[in-house]
């Protein structure tokens, strides 16, 4: 999910940037069990369950799954990314 447009300035003439802020959720891979209990509670079906949980794409950052897994391997993690204006 978008969360801020920060304009930035580069060195290089004539280039201007946007840094995008972006949150998403991470699972932490030295504590999923794979036990899958996080699958059907996401109402995106964002989550797969083969050995060791993954997000898609679908996720819209509710954080439902954060309080169900056991384990806390679940976390939401903010990214940066820059793009070309
Ligand atoms: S509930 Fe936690 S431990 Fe279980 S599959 Fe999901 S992320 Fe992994
Ligand atoms: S944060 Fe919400 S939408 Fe994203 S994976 Fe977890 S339950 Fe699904």
Known sequence: MLIALIPSKRGDEGFFGLRIAQEMIEVIEGLCTGCAMCVPVCPEEAIS???????NDRCTECLICLEFCPLG?????????????
């Open 49 to 55: 369950c083969f050995g060791f949980a993954q997000v």
């Open 73 to 85: 391997a679940l976390e939401k993690k903010k990214v940066q990314r820059e793009g070309h204006g």
